[in-house]
């Protein structure tokens, strides 16, 4: 069994027994509220006053995590990540990966001999996309929707889709979630500055770390002041964009974790807070800037 299978294996497992996967249900949360927070008082109230249940919904993939409901598992599992050092250079451009689908995607790495893409790479940014043109198409609908009810049915659809886009955009801003070093570093990479081989160090980051030390407040801290911006036009790059900042941040995760460690039951070090809260405050903000966009670019003038 590789490596990946096992921490999802292992994942699976807490799961089942009643536990909560990647960045934990706090962190999540926190990203998602301060995500609301954000949302720019031109959307419509309808949005703007779901923000309990956008909240809600940002954890809610990892309730999918079920190893009795296989089929189910399978066809999420994959979509949390994207293991960038695996993407075969050809594709992997400034703006983004080639291929702008994930079967297209999928089609090129086996191409390159990667037998198990899903596994070995994963479908992280690709998800991110797929959900945010979803909403687009749906805030379309709405705003040339008559009938009240149908209305009503859309507002429903739109809220549940961008609460669930939260949860990938926010998997998105954890350095783990980008990078062949997911739990501990690989095995047979070279580590010449000695980072942890700890296959707990995931988990123990971002739920059991964040759970224990990091507020909301910690998280406000660092989000951006102002309105989000638009990528309106733009959110397949700057989606790209945001996975690989939280790609650039692998080393200084491993580095805080060698010097300092991410202790949940050991007083916190300012640095370590520092950096998980920023981190989290990096997704509320991609995250606020695409629900911004996507209501945007659902204009008719677009």
């Known amino acids: 069994m590789t490596k990946r299978l096992k921490f999802a294996a292992l994942a699976l497992l807490a799961t089942s027994l009643g536990a909560v996967a990647p960045w934990g249900q706090a962190g999540h949360e926190m990203a998602a509220r301060a995500a609301t927070e954000a949302v720019p008082s031109e959307m419509p109230a309808f949005f703007r006053e779901a923000t309990d249940q956008l909240v809600y919904l940002n954890p809610e993939p ?21 293991d960038l050092e695996n993407v075969p250079s050809g594709i992997l451009k400034p703006d983004g990966l080639e291929p702008r689908s994930r079967f297209t995607f999928l089609r090129v790495l086996y191409r390159a001999g990667i037998a198990r893409p899903e596994q070995e790479v994963g479908f992280l940014p690709y998800r991110i996309v797929e959900l945010y043109q979803r909403t687009v198409a749906s805030w379309r609908r709405w705003r040339t929707e008559d009938d009240p009810e149908r209305r009503r049915w859309i507002e429903e659809r739109i809220v549940a889709d961008a609460g669930v886009m939260g949860h990938y955009v926010t998997d998105a801003s954890q350095p783990h979630h980008t990078t062949i070093h ?4 690989n095995r047979d990479a070279p580590n010449p500055n000695g980072y942890t081989l700890d296959n707990g160090f995931h ?11 990091v507020t909301l407040d910690d998280v406000r801290r660092y989000v951006r002041r102002g309105p989000p911006p638009s990528v309106a036009g733009a959110a397949r790059e700057a989606v790209f964009e945001h996975v690989m900042a ?57």
């Open 62 to 82: 990892d309730r999918w995590r079920e190893r009795t409901l296989r089929e189910m598992d399978q066809a999420f599992q994959y979509d949390h990540y994207i």
């Open 182 to 185: 997911f739990n501990g570093w």
């Open 203 to 213: 988990a123990r980051f971002e739920s059991g770390f964040v759970g224990a030390h």
């Open 246 to 302: 939280s790609h650039a941040e692998v080393e200084t995760l491993y580095r805080i974790e060698r010097d300092v460690g991410f202790d949940p039951d050991k007083p916190a070090s300012p640095e370590a807070r520092e950096f998980a809260a920023r981190r989290l405050a990096s997704g509320a903000d991609m995250l606020a800037a695409l629900w911004w966009s996507a209501w945007l670019e659902s204009a008719p003038d677009r």
